[in-house]
């Protein structure tokens, strides 16, 4: 059974950074791309980093390209979200999600984990 | 990037009822658009890929149709666990976007 669980959300400051985590259990996750995904309060899913499976390539919406950078350590079957300078619009739940097509980044998520917590405020 | 556009906002609705969502973008996707279920609290659940496809597990009542543009998510026979948020989301252009939701609430 496929499942994921996200860790490290918190209240940081404006400027400050938290690293995200999220383990996988259920598949390897250096077979499949890794997406996170936020909902700001009161508002809908927005993407925010992939990961692809095979050459490692990374992406990033606008809104958080240059201070956000996702990896993965294989050894641990998880995948990570370092943010940098943030920001108190990335005040959210960050999920973290597994892409469908095995070595494809096919971009259809068809698991999530339940999500963590990110406040941004002083 | 391509717009997504649901409606209606919300909606009530009683145990039992059929209901209709729907979802428009902004250029045609061919049929690269999902379907996912959101409670509060919870973990989303991807429902339908491929617009009409059913995700392993997900019950019969649910269904989707549509190519191109516009897209119908339909639940027959409404249950109380369906009771939830649901967005589209399309996946035929980078970046992913997703639809602004239905809110889908007890009458």
Redesign the interface.
Known sequence: EVQ?SESGGGLVQPGGSLRLSCTASGFTVDTYAMIW?RQAPGR????VSALSPTRGTT?Y?DSVKGRFTISRDDSKNTVYLQMNSLRADDTAIY?C?KD?TRRFL??????????TQVTVSS | DIQMTQSPASLSASVGDRVTITCRASQGIANYLAWIQHKPGMAPRSLIFAASSLQSGVPSRFSGSGSGTDFTLTITSLQPEDFATYYCQQYSAYPPTFGQGTRLEIK
Request: no cysteine; hydrophobic share 50%; proline share 0%.
């Open positions: 994921l995904v809908g899913l927005e993407w992406f919406a999920y999600a469908r096919e971009w259809y998520f068809d698991s999530w984990g339940q999500g």
